[in-house]
């Protein structure tokens, strides 16, 4: 094993990713198309990988002189972009224009001494910034503006949300208050850049991108980082010469099944994360979940990092929301709602167990915009009928194919506002026959249920399967009551100018400020408070996996 030769320029990384989606890379009449249209969600991908090979994350102390800062870095190249944020100290992000640039750093560098232990000598892109003479250039030394990795605290954005002029107003506050900043979407690519170097130490080729909520549209501050370790150009076996006497093969070693040699390259990774790794702590490798992961704690950025690898499947999942999230502001200003509420509530929590999933959860907003007379977004069999042959996707036997330019898809001519939506939501799956009934992503239809599970959503690429397996019926019957209660209080709302502390539209819906300002109304609702509590710790001894794994559902 050659750790030197871990890193992989940023070229190559672009190049593969780019020629996996058939788009010439120089040139220049696509380089003018794709700035006419919305970016797709590969090229997006493609670009922020990118700029993440040469970027460097840099631990500095809080009270620093940004000039100077600048200035020592800018020796090694020019610096297109950097910002600070406060993690276990003050990190700075620092993007050059060079991927040289790197490799000019990594030359002045020095290896760290410690007392009574010996330094591992991986060379990452995560470096310590000290002041040679402390007491002398202390007087120099200003705090830096820091960035935010996390959100506001619910009261903060409660009273914010108090402000606004209507429910609308207030969906779209609370997805500018959640949202992942640009920051922490450079942060996100970063890590999983950095997790690539060490995955590259045996697979010269990969690419660790991220998916899940990190790029799917509806990340909110704080949500784990899903990352998915690309080995494909590796695996796919290249053309073959159809001229000359010779095949030429590379000698493999063999895994009894896909899953077996999924198992075996994420167990070597994750003991090297565990092993060499800076910043990477409590490595844990759940290999024998239905989808094998490795998880830890990426402390510098603070992520909590899940990294899977042929899951293929799990990425064009991440497409297709990005796709809805992209086509009509009110898609992601209702899915930030209504998770916000659920989480508020208690029915989706960070703990594994049988409760619904943000995933789950945001397929039943989207099923019911599919829903809506005229509806909001289209179905996914519509998207497969506008696809273009590149994007032709075919994982594992399943058609995962839909379109992914953007402006293909027409605007919706549905014009309600959120203010009914929102209420509409809640009325919908407050009566939905939930006993009978499926719901259908791909064909934006309800379906007879196949299985006795309690709430079934079908997978909309691994169509037998169901996303909300896990899912018990005291949980769903949790949602059914609070989305019941929810419609009747959206009924009742009188709005803003009803009465000054009274709280109305979606500040109403949430469970702290109705127990702490509804005056006698609050004891009513502490009560039924502490009793979902109670159903919510008796749900927990009944469904929760002592080992704390994440098991997908499907
Ligand atoms: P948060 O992390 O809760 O913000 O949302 P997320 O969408 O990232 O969910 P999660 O981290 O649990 O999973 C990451 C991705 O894996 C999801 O976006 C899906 O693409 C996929 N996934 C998660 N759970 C399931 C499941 O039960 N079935 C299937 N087929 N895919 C899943
Ligand atoms: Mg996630």
Same mark, same amino acid.
């Given at each position: 094993?050659?750790?030197?030769?871990?890193?992989?320029?940023?070229?190559?990384?672009?190049?593969?990713?780019?020629?996996?989606?058939?788009?010439?890379?120089?040139?220049?009449?696509?380089?003018?198309?794709?700035?006419?249209?919305?970016?797709?969600?590969?090229?997006?991908?493609?670009?922020?990988?990118?700029?993440?090979?040469?970027?460097?994350?840099?631990?500095?102390?809080?009270?620093?002189?940004?000039?100077?800062?600048?200035?020592?870095?800018?020796?090694?190249?020019?610096?297109?972009?950097?910002?600070?944020?406060?993690?276990?100290?003050?990190?700075? +992000?620092?993007?050059?224009?060079?991927?040289?640039?790197?490799?000019?750093?990594?030359?002045?560098?020095?290896?760290?001494?410690?007392?009574?232990?010996?330094? +591992?000598?991986?060379?990452?892109?995560?470096?310590?910034?000290?002041?040679?003479?402390?007491?002398?250039?202390?007087?120099?030394?200003?705090?830096?503006?820091?960035?935010?990795?996390?959100?506001?605290?619910?009261?903060?954005?409660?009273?914010?949300?108090?402000?606004?002029?209507?429910?609308?107003?207030?969906?779209?506050?609370?997805?500018?208050?959640?949202?992942?900043?640009?920051?922490?979407?450079?942060?996100?690519?970063?890590?999983?850049?950095?997790?690539?170097?060490?995955?590259?130490?045996?697979?010269?080729?990969?690419?660790?991108?991220?998916?899940?909520?990190?790029?799917?549209?509806?990340?909110?501050?704080?949500?784990?980082?899903?990352?998915?370790?690309?080995?494909?150009?590796?695996?796919?076996?290249?053309?073959?010469?159809?001229?000359?006497?010779?095949?030429?093969?590379?000698?493999?070693?063999?895994?009894?099944?896909?899953?077996?040699?999924?198992?075996?390259?994420?167990?070597?990774?994750?003991?090297?994360?565990?092993?060499?790794?800076?910043?990477?702590?409590?490595?844990?490798?759940?290999?024998?979940?239905?989808?094998?992961?490795?998880?830890?704690?990426?402390?510098?950025?603070?992520?909590?990092?899940?990294?899977?690898?042929?899951?293929?499947?799990?990425?064009?999942?991440?497409?297709?929301?990005?796709?809805?999230?992209?086509?009509?502001?009110?898609?992601?200003?209702?899915?930030?709602?209504?998770?916000?509420?659920?989480?508020?509530?208690?029915?989706?929590?960070?703990?594994?167990?049988?409760?619904?999933?943000?995933?789950?959860?945001?397929?039943?907003?989207?099923?019911?915009?599919?829903?809506?007379?005229?509806?909001?977004?289209?179905?996914?069999?519509?998207?497969?009928?506008?696809?273009?042959?590149?994007?032709?996707?075919?994982?594992?036997?399943?058609?995962?194919?839909?379109?992914?330019?953007?402006?293909?898809?027409?605007?919706?001519?549905?014009?309600?506002?959120?203010?009914?939506?929102?209420?509409?939501?809640?009325?919908?799956?407050?009566?939905?026959?939930?006993?009978?009934?499926?719901?259908?992503?791909?064909?934006?239809?309800?379906?007879?249920?196949?299985?006795?599970?309690?709430?079934?959503?079908?997978?909309?690429?691994?169509?037998?399967?169901?996303?909300?397996?896990?899912?018990?019926?005291?949980?769903?019957?949790?949602?059914?009551?609070?989305?019941?209660?929810?419609?009747?209080?959206?009924?009742?709302?009188?709005?803003?100018?009803?009465?000054?502390?009274?709280?109305?539209?979606?500040?109403?819906?949430?469970?702290?400020?109705?127990?702490?300002?509804?005056?006698?109304?609050?004891?009513?609702?502490?009560?039924?408070?502490?009793?979902?509590?109670?159903?919510?710790?008796?749900?927990?001894?009944?469904?929760?996996?002592?080992?704390?794994?994440?098991?997908?559902?499907?």
């Amino acid at each position: 094993l050659r750790i030197t030769e871990a890193r992989f320029s940023s070229t190559e990384a672009a190049a593969a990713v780019l020629k996996e989606q058939q788009v010439p890379a120089s040139d220049e009449a696509s380089a003018t198309e794709v700035s006419a249209r919305k970016k797709t969600f590969r090229e997006m991908l493609s670009e922020r990988l990118e700029q993440a090979q040469r970027t460097v994350l840099i631990d500095c102390i809080s009270k620093i002189n940004e000039k100077k800062f600048l200035k020592y870095l800018s020796s090694h190249g020019n610096i297109k972009n950097h910002f600070f944020y406060e993690s276990y100290g003050t990190y700075a +992000v620092v993007e050059f224009s060079e991927k040289d640039s790197i490799a000019s750093l990594q030359d002045v560098a020095g290896t760290p001494q410690f007392k009574d232990e010996c330094p +591992v000598p991986f060379k990452s892109r995560i470096f310590t910034l000290t002041l040679k003479s402390p007491q002398s250039q202390a007087s120099d030394q200003v705090p830096v503006h820091r960035h935010k990795l996390s959100t506001v605290p619910l009261e903060e954005l409660i009273r914010k949300l108090c402000n606004a002029d209507n429910v609308s107003e207030q969906l779209h506050m609370l997805t500018e208050e959640y949202q992942l900043t640009e920051e922490n979407t450079k942060l996100r690519f970063l890590t999983c850049s950095l997790i690539q170097d060490i995955a590259g130490a045996y697979f010269p080729n990969c690419i660790v991108k991220p998916f899940g909520s990190s790029v799917n549209s509806f990340g909110k501050l704080g949500c784990d980082l899903d990352m998915f370790l690309d080995l494909n150009e590796i695996g796919k076996s290249t053309t073959r010469r159809k001229t000359g006497a010779f095949n030429l093969q590379y000698q493999m070693k063999r895994a009894p099944s896909v899953r077996v040699a999924t198992q075996r390259i994420l167990y070597v990774i994750g003991e090297f994360i565990d092993n060499f790794g800076p910043g990477c702590v409590g490595v844990q490798k759940i290999l024998n979940a239905r989808c094998p992961l490795v998880r830890f704690s990426h402390q510098p950025s603070g992520f909590q990092c899940d990294l899977t690898s042929n899951n293929r499947i799990a990425m064009q999942s991440s497409e297709l929301l990005y796709i809805y999230g992209s086509l009509d502001p009110r898609v992601r200003a209702l899915v930030f709602g209504v998770r916000c509420w659920a989480r508020a509530h208690g029915i989706t929590s960070s703990i594994p167990g049988a409760w619904i999933t943000n995933f789950s959860l945001t397929m039943m907003v989207l099923f019911f915009l599919q829903r809506k007379n005229p509806p909001i977004i289209p179905t996914l069999d519509h998207l497969k009928e506008l696809a273009d042959v590149q994007d032709k996707q075919v994982i594992e036997g399943h058609d995962c194919t839909f379109v992914s330019n953007l402006n293909k898809i027409k605007p919706t001519g549905n014009t309600q506002s959120l203010d009914v939506l929102l209420g509409d939501f809640f009325e919908y799956y407050g009566n939905f026959a939930f006993n009978k009934y499926s719901l259908n992503i791909r064909k934006g239809k309800e379906q007879n249920k196949p299985d006795s599970s309690p709430l079934h959503i079908q997978n909309p690429f691994e169509q037998s399967l169901n996303i909300s397996r896990t899912v018990n019926m005291t949980q769903l019957e949790r949602f059914i009551t609070l989305a019941r209660e929810s419609a009747w209080l959206l009924q009742q709302d009188k709005g803003p100018s009803s009465s000054s502390d009274q709280p109305w539209g979606m500040v109403a819906l949430l469970p702290a400020v109705t127990a702490k300002n509804a005056g006698k109304d609050a004891r009513r609702k502490k009560g039924t408070t502490s009793e979902r509590i109670k159903g919510l710790l008796e749900s927990l001894k009944m469904n929760n996996p002592s080992n704390g794994e994440r098991t997908f559902s499907t």
